[in-house]
């Protein structure tokens, strides 16, 4: 039995009768506010937290190991929660209609007990409530986006995937970036509340959170009414091997075809037919790609204040500025690749990332060993650089994103995206680490003592090269990267 789509959706030919209903009957509007304003605190989380962890973990008696160790836990945790959740998610959603809804405050509740640690931590002068609690909270994030992503993928019409993704990452990533901003509100605040609590610029972050977490629970409670999920049977063989029992009743919905003498395996005449799986060529190569841009945002968020504070001596109102800058950047290359999509195919848009990325790397390559090239990063070159960089990661994620869902097709999304997150969780919790080495062990290959930020060619080197890897494997997997029965 051959399985094929009625609409490429690579292409994005929604022009015709499916991309008529779709823009007709869309019914994104009733969960795009909430997916949006949960993603953009989610990811608050975890970058208002960080300016103050160290110091809040110093004066609760933890050193500079302990400090390393919760800061990777949060990552830990969101790689575990992407997996964990993604099972529950394709678990619960094939059993009844709220199985998202049900995921979704799951996911919150660990964020709400999370937060509830990290406050409390203060109080009895416990680092490891501190440390266990931003797991907690890394466990929730994970999960959420894992969640949110899916339901989209699943719900919303197909030639809308793309664009969809691109607004959701925008909020992920100005979350991210806004982060710190929010916390910088919190620096005045010094109140002794007695019995041991005090709310102060250390502490206020996590009550902020646990506030949000708390408030983002009763409207998802009040307002969220998932839509009837897909009906799978059957085993999941091949990682992904699925029976389509059923169709949402959906104007929209994907058209899937059965006609003889195809790929897919079937009970012969009559029966329910078995669908064939995904093209895994094509999953494991946007994981790739996806891993890619993670490492590449990693190094970049991890090593931009340190270097720019002691190669150009700025001030922390100069980096703060630049960050503002970075949140517009990738509004606006959001909006951008949003727009994109209705002229230019996912393929195209794919490959214009990674050559943006590579580009952007080999800008901030200071100079080689033996070239005479300068010692220090000009800044105008640091400029262009990072603004490519900004632009290339949102692009990237936004992108393999939606293609990932797309060579999924009718196969239950939850446990594969789960996967992929978990995936970019893990280039941020070596990223840091290796970022900071790699500028420190490049003096010392060249025998100088290391200044002014350290030497950049060992760093956007590797950057570099894992961009040009993902150009060539994107290349040579060009037909894996189609939609799935095409």
Not at 120 to 138: C, E, H, N, T, V
Not at 305 to 332: C, E, H, K, M
Not at 397 to 417: A, C, K, Y
Request: with cysteine.
């Amino acid at each position: 039995m051959a399985v094929t789509e009625s609409s490429s959706l690579l292409t994005n030919s929604g022009s015709g009768g499916l991309g008529k209903l779709a823009k007709e009957y869309d019914p994104t509007l009733s969960w795009r506010l909430l997916f949006y304003v949960n993603v953009f605190f989610s990811c608050v989380s975890f970058s208002i937290i960080l300016p103050s962890l160290q110091p809040y973990l110093s004066r609760n008696g933890a050193g500079a190991y302990f400090y390393g160790l919760t800061v990777a836990i949060y990552s830990v945790g969101e790689m575990i929660g992407a997996v964990a959740f993604g099972k529950v998610y394709e678990s619960l959603t094939v059993r009844y209609e709220g199985g998202a809804k049900t995921t979704l405050l799951m996911c919150i509740g660990l964020g709400i007990i999370g937060s509830s640690l990290y406050v409390a931590g203060d109080i009895f002068g416990s680092p490891y409530m501190i440390m266990w609690g931003r797991m907690l909270q890394g466990l929730w994030t994970g999960g959420k986006q894992v969640v949110e992503q899916t339901y989209l993928s699943e719900t919303a019409p197909p030639d809308r995937v793309t664009e969809l993704t691109s607004e959701l990452g925008t909020f992920a990533i100005l979350g991210f970036v806004c982060g710190p901003s929010f916390g910088a509100l919190f620096t005045s605040i010094d109140v002794n509340l007695g019995n041991g609590l005090v709310l102060d610029a250390y502490t206020a972050p996590g009550w902020f959170i646990l506030a949000l977490c708390v408030v983002i629970f009763g409207v998802v409670c009040v307002s969220f009414q998932p839509e009837p999920a897909p009906s799978f049977e059957g085993s999941k063989a091949g990682g992904g091997l699925g029976k389509l029992g059923g169709e949402r009743d959906h104007a929209f919905e994907r058209s899937y075809t059965m006609d003889s003498g195809g790929a897919g395996s079937g009970s012969g005449g009559g029966g329910t037919d078995v669908l064939a799986p995904p093209n895994e060529k094509g999953l494991t190569v946007l994981l790739l790609l996806f891993i890619i841009h993670f490492f590449s945002f990693a190094v970049q968020e991890t090593i931009t204040t340190p270097f720019v504070l002691q190669a150009y001596g700025w001030t922390q109102r100069d980096v703060n500025l630049l960050f503002v800058g970075v949140g517009i950047v990738s509004l606006v290359t959001s909006v951008g690749v949003k727009y994109a999509t209705r002229c230019v195919d996912d393929y195209h848009l794919l490959i214009t990332s990674l050559l943006v990325g590579l580009f952007g790397s080999l800008v901030l390559i200071d100079s080689f060993p033996g070239w005479g090239g300068p010692q220090v990063l000009p800044a105008g070159r640091f400029f262009l650089g990072f603004t490519l960089i900004t632009v290339a990661f949102p692009f990237g994620r936004n992108v393999s994103l939606s293609v990932f869902s797309q060579i999924l097709g009718p196969t239950p999304q939850g446990e594969w995206f789960g996967w992929m997150f978990a995936a970019g969780a893990v280039p941020r919790i070596i990223g840091p680490s290796w970022s900071l080495y790699a500028l420190d062990v490049a003096c010392k290959l060249e025998h100088m003592d290391c200044f002014l930020g350290g030497r950049t060619w060992l760093e956007f080197s590797v950057t570099g090269g894992l961009f040009a890897v993902g150009v060539a494997a994107a290349m040579a997997y060009k037909k894996d990267l189609k939609p799935y029965g095409e």
